[in-house]
């Protein structure tokens, strides 16, 4: 009889497949190696999303934030939360970010200038370019740190 397997090869997130393995390690089924039974995958699964935050006490997770199409606009997001993309979903532009939820949430500047537009003095970090309508629109997202 042939045992109930799968291989997860995960170079991308060695840190993940590391405590997946040591959670492993407790399961007698499981020899060091990419093979893992399915029941002993699901216990696993549901022991690592029980455990606590680490050391430095954070949890983060990717939250998404939608925008509007404005030149300046407040979005609200956790303290230290690190900008990760800008895409369109759904005919929106949306940011995803890593955050801690369990922060503060602060209010953070947001602006958005199409191709051309005149774009006043400020201290301000790029967050990316989208396309609207087809790719005939193009717009430049910034995270607006301070106006000069």
């Not at 997130?13 to 190696?33: A, L, P, V």
């Not at 990419?34 to 216990?43: A, G, L, Q, T, V």
């Not at 958005?112 to 774009?119: A, M």
Request: glycine share 6%; aromatic share 10%; charged share 25%.
């Amino acid at each position: 009889m042939q045992k109930n397997t799968t291989t997860i090869n995960s170079p991308k997130n060695k840190t993940i497949m590391k405590t997946f393995r040591e959670i492993m390690f407790k399961y007698d089924s499981y020899d060091g190696g990419d093979s893992f039974r399915i029941d002993d995958i699901e216990k696993a699964v549901e022991e690592y999303a029980s455990q606590k935050p680490d050391a430095q006490g954070l949890n983060k997770s990717i939250w998404k934030f939608q925008l509007e199409v404005e030149d300046i606009q407040l979005v609200e997001m956790p303290v230290n939360a690190e900008i990760l993309t800008l895409q369109v979903q759904n005919g929106r532009p949306c940011i995803w970010a890593l955050v801690n939820p369990d922060e503060e949430k602060i209010k953070i500047g947001i602006e958005i200038y199409g191709t051309g537009h005149t774009i006043p003095e400020a201290n301000r970090r790029y967050i990316g370019t989208f396309q609207l309508k087809g790719r005939l629109l193009g717009y430049h997202c910034f995270q607006l740190i301070s106006i000069i």
